[in-house]
């Protein structure tokens, strides 16, 4: 699986939303990074896709609606990428593009993507879920937004 950029931000410069990946053991640590709560979810959920294929493979061809609440944001994150990960499943879809919208943590988020190709994407892993290790959404000291966690494989 091709790894975005994980170039370093620097405090007061304007934050690039970039998906992100961190070791963790048989699973997978992904991490979104931007500029806001919502672009970190956003990346969150493209780092989600790219550890099954690569996502420049995604054609844009179809979108599905998102809705979840949760009273913080560390568990609208674990919401989002598992309600995302059971339209994938259910829907038998990938995704290569998310909007995201949060008010009083109630997220309304749209994924844009196509039927799975077995095929033409290759999937490397099948995403069972979000989990609680590494949990994180945070705003960090040079104003980015990172929002992490484990997805079990």
């Known amino acids: 699986m091709a790894k975005p950029d994980a170039g370093a931000v620097t405090r007061g410069a304007a934050v690039e939303p970039r998906a992100d990946y961190f070791p963790h053991g048989a699973d997978v640590g992904i991490r979104g990074i931007g500029p806001t709560r919502e672009s970190a979810f956003e990346q969150a959920a493209m780092a989600l896709s790219g550890i099954v294929t690569d996502i420049a493979g995604i054609e844009q061809k179809a979108s599905v609606t998102v809705e979840c609440q949760a009273p913080t944001d560390a568990l ?38 196509e039927a799975i190709d077995r095929r033409r994407h290759a999937p490397a892993v099948e995403p069972k879920g979000a989990t609680y290790t590494a949990l994180k959404v945070e705003r960090g000291a040079g104003g980015e937004w990172t929002a992490q966690c484990v997805i079990d494989v």
Not at 92 to 97: A, G, H, I, T, V
Not at 98 to 103: H, K, L, M, P, Q
């Open 76 to 113: 609208l994150l674990v919401d989002w990428l598992n309600a995302l990960i059971y339209r994938m499943a259910v829907d038998r879809m990938l995704f290569s593009r998310f909007t995201v919208r949060i008010n009083d943590h109630r997220l309304q988020g749209e994924a844009w993507g």
